[in-house]
Structure formats: structure tokens, C-alpha cells
């Protein structure tokens, strides 16, 4: 076997993993399930390795790679971005690929398109179909959220721990997901590290319900 088809193997477990069907062309059956990865779906610009179809409809791509590629796999997010602007063959309503992934055997990469500012990252496997469908269903993103969290109360805490969790904030807000916190001794950082978590990130109120599922 070729390295590119042995990482689809690996490719095909993780997808039906995460709850998707796959399908070969030759048994094309997009309501077989909520969600559907056929191989070489052919699109204007060629076969794309896997298009994930939730629904019925066709809401993302997957380029799958060889092991060795490793961390340049981000060189070929222009081939899932061409993809995701074909148009799909046979499928006459209308639609928007929103979702691309990169992936090889050993790591796979996330791009939401509506993002602002949209980019890849690495998540730990593919997205179940019926968590697609929700993030589908509002018009917001997690990143783009994350430019407009809720101002902090303040009550109770040290004017180090407002800092840090505001300085978080700003840091996400500016799509940037590696922060380091450094506080002295006694500061409080465990209390700020729940915090920034839980109150902050995990609310469910109704502006916010999003998180829910985001993490």
C-alpha cells in the first residue's frame, strides 16, 4: 500500500469513530445516516479525498496525507480551500462548504471558514456530524465569540486575578490560544485558572449557550 492510502485507513476508523458512514461513490446513499464521508466525491476541480455530507447536504472536505508530512500539513489548506469552492457534482440545492479538514494518521487539522480571520488547528479527531449540525445551525463561530465575552465581576477577586483573566480574554479575542499566566506566589492562581475556565468559558447563558458544546 501506498503511505496515502495507508493513512486512510486510519482516517476511516477515526470518522467512523466520531459517528460518520462511509461510502465509496459506486454506493452513494447520502440519507443513510445524519452523517455521511464519501471517498472521491468529484467536484469542478477534481475528486476530493472525502466530502462529509450532515443532512443530506455537503457542509465540509477532508484532504488526507501521507505520515511524513507531518506538521507541514498546513502547506495544503490552498487544495481543501479549492475544494471547498467547487461546485460538488449532482447536487442541486444549495449549499456551502463551511468546514475543512487536513489530516493524515497521526494528526488532523480544523479550519471553520466563517471564523474571522479563519485558520487551521489541531483538534484530537473529526467532529461528530450532530456537532457540525449545531454549530450549522447559529450564526456565530467559537473564535468569532470569543471576540465578545462578558465583562468580568470583579467582586471578590485580587486586582492580579482580574488582570489575568481580562489579559486571557484580549489574548483569545486576538485569535491567540497559547497564553501564559505568571503570578507571584499566593497570588491566587489556582482560583484564577477555575475561573478563567469555568465562570468565564463555561457559561451557558443564553448569549453565550455556545459553550456548551465548544469545549
Not at 475544494?83 to 449532482?90: G, H, M, T, V
Not at 462548504?97 to 487536513?102: C, Q
Not at 467559537?142 to 465578545?148: L, T
Request: hydrophobic share 35%; with cysteine; glycine share 4%.
Amino acid at each position: 500500500m501506498q503511505p496515502e492510502e495507508q493513512s486512510r485507513l486510519v482516517i476511516d476508523q477515526k470518522l467512523e469513530q466520531s459517528g460518520w458512514t462511509i461510502q465509496d461513490m459506486n454506493k452513494l446513499n447520502l440519507t443513510a445516516s445524519l452523517g455521511v464521508a464519501v471517498r472521491e466525491f468529484p467536484t469542478s476541480t477534481g475528486p476530493v479525498d472525502y466530502a462529509l455530507f450532515v443532512e443530506g447536504k455537503p457542509v465540509g472536505v477532508v484532504e488526507a496525507k501521507k505520515t511524513e508530512l507531518g506538521e507541514k500539513i498546513t502547506t495544503v489548506e490552498e487544495q481543501s480551500s479549492r475544494y471547498a469552492n467547487s461546485k460538488f457534482k449532482w447536487i442541486q440545492q444549495e449549499y456551502e462548504i463551511r468546514f475543512a479538514y487536513e489530516a493524515t494518521d497521526k494528526l488532523i487539522r480544523f479550519t471553520d471558514y466563517k471564523d474571522i480571520k479563519y485558520r487551521s488547528r489541531t483538534v484530537f479527531s473529526f467532529f461528530r456530524p450532530e456537532t457540525l449540525r449545531r454549530l450549522l445551525i447559529y450564526s456565530y463561530t467559537i473564535r468569532n465569540c470569543m471576540k465578545h465575552f462578558p465583562p468580568l465581576d470583579g467582586t471578590g477577586f485580587r486586582k492580579c486575578q482580574i488582570r489575568a483573566i481580562n489579559n486571557l480574554d484580549t489574548s483569545f479575542a486576538e485569535n491567540r490560544p497559547k497564553a501564559l499566566v505568571q503570578m507571584a506566589t499566593g497570588a491566587g492562581k489556582t482560583f484564577t485558572a477555575i475561573t478563567a475556565a469555568y465562570w468565564r468559558y463555561l457559561r451557558r447563558d443564553t448569549d453565550y449557550s455556545w459553550r456548551r458544546f465548544a469545549f
